[in-house]
């Protein structure tokens, strides 16, 4: 896919994820990636987000991996980098297509849903300077998920917020950037209730 692939709702980062999975039996993490473009960070940043949303979290390691990602896209959306560049080691790791079939299946329904519901509103959000704390906000919550594995669903719903943070930046809906900050105001909250 050229880097001027311009999707425009949550649906069309799906079909993408669909159309780049691999007919044998694993996918390549760059060649999923890839198929965004290379430079829209966006699709790019919701792509592991979403994969973690889906049965693909109960893959041991999986949200680890995801959200390392997630924070280091959101880091070069901060610092303004115009190319993606994310390390081999990422970008070689391998996913089983069946999985990621499955993934996809599961979410065509939620991603229609949301693109019936988007529209933009409150856009003051999605643009500077606001738009850093999105960044910042998707950096925290891809740090944090590696973390997350050791209390079950955590790293979803934190996936979820970034999912909702960067279909605010896809869409231009301030909505769902407040949505995604009050889920990630309850998860850390509930976690340091947690933990003291």
């Given at each position: ?100 079939e499955r993934a996809t299946r599961s979410l065509w329904r939620p991603a229609r849903w949301f693109d019936r519901h988007t529209r ?29 594995e050791l209390l079950p669903f955590t790293s979803s719903l934190a996936a979820m917020a970034v999912v909702l943070m960067s279909l ?29």
């Amino acid at each position: 896919m050229s880097d001027s692939f311009p999707p425009e709702a949550m649906a069309d980062v799906i079909e993408e994820i669909h159309d780049a999975v691999d007919d044998g039996e694993e996918t390549n993490v760059g060649d999923l990636l890839d198929a965004m473009g290379r430079s829209s960070f966006v699709p790019v940043l919701m792509v592991p987000a979403l994969a973690v949303v889906s049965p693909l979290s109960g893959v041991p390691g999986f949200s680890s991996v995801a959200g390392i990602i997630i924070a280091l896209v959101s880091a070069q959306l901060l610092v303004g980098r115009k190319k993606l560049w994310l390390p081999d080691i990422l970008r070689r790791r391998r996913i089983p297509s069946h999985w990621l079939e499955r993934a996809t299946r599961s979410l065509w329904r939620p991603a229609r849903w949301f693109d019936r519901h988007t529209r933009p509103r409150l856009t003051f959000l999605a643009a500077a300077p606001f738009d850093r704390l999105i960044y910042l906000a998707c950096m925290l919550c891809g740090s944090a998920m590696p973390f997350m594995e050791l209390l079950p669903f955590t790293s979803s719903l934190a996936a979820m917020a970034v999912v909702l943070m960067s279909l605010t930046l896809l869409v231009r809906d301030g909505l769902f950037a407040l949505a995604g900050y009050s889920m990630i105001a309850l998860l850390f909250t509930s976690g340091a209730v947690l933990i003291f």
